[in-house]
């Protein structure tokens, strides 16, 4: 039996101006429909750092609307609010980011993250309170179960990190005729290497500007090439593969000039997938992309069915995500964790508690 001791919690917000703020908040109580969460472990995305943590600029879908930070938590259920049908105390979850209305065209679809309700529709550390704290209120509809096999740590990156790649390369297929580019291997980067190395593909050539994580997807055996970023990538990229570039590019890094060479990298009849936010990209229709007949699709996110699709096959494959974190963090040090990540220096970063931390 599970259950919550305490009346209080600590909880994370960001103000903006690249700090943390730490708080002393009431554990609050599961409504109908909801569950209470002890949170295990809470990883920090890329997106928080880009719309959040330096400054609140992201607006609509990505407005921060000053609520408890966090969208990539998982935990164990300890309390269970009336209603609910599937879910029961110590079950083991996952968090999906995006609380959507359940009833329109998308989120009938699982793709609670293309929710059309302005009303409804609230995202985990946005729009509502998120897992940087030490418990945390979800939606049932919201969770994912989380295998013994898989550790809270694995678990946090399933809906966001893992999960985002997962879907992209769902829609661009990949297998082991193929030769993948993956532009920007941050955490998201290193998680489309991983997944493409376990769905067979054939070679895989990462790029990015920071040596550290060149270093991190070498020694993680994730990539079979690695290049730092200059203006020959698309020279040594077709220098890799007989000349003819690859049959599939990822493109993570939301830069204007990796995106590019992801496009120009791929081989005729190729397929490019945008899965960084933000940025721009300029490239030249006919030459890049009409005469070679290539496709160019973006992916966002992904849905529940496919998260709890992509948990089985992390347990089929033995493939841990939380092999990318390289930072844990307890969550009174916050402020240096999401320090950390902001610098780009580092895989995957986690606060974490209990025997997430322990692994530290």
Partial sequence: MVSVNQQSMRAAFLPGNDK???????VPRPAHGEVLIRVKASTICGSDIRCIYHEHLGKGPEGYQGVI???EPSGQIVEVGPGCRRFSEGDRVVVYHISGCGVCNDCRRGY?????SEKYRRAYGWQRDGGMADYMIAEEKDLIALPDELSFAD????ACGFGTVYEAIEKIGVNGNHSVLITG???VGLAAAALCRRTGAQTIIGIDVVVERLRLAESLKLCDFVLKADSNNVTQVRDLTRGLGVERAIDCSA??????IAIRATRKWGKIVFVGEGGTVEFNPSPD??????????SWVTSTWLMEDLVERLVRWNLHPAEIITHRFALEDAAEAYALMASGKCGKVAVCSDEELALK
């Fill in 69 to 71: 930070a966090g969208h």
């Fill in 289 to 298: 992309i009409i005469h070679d007949q290539k496709t160019i699709c973006g």
């Fill in 185 to 187: 291997l941050g955490p």
């Fill in 255 to 260: 830069n204007s000039g990796a995106r590019a």
């Fill in 112 to 116: 609670m993250i293309s929710c059309t």
């Fill in 155 to 158: 678990g946090a990156q399933v």
């Fill in 20 to 26: 943390v703020d730490l708080r002393t908040l009431s």
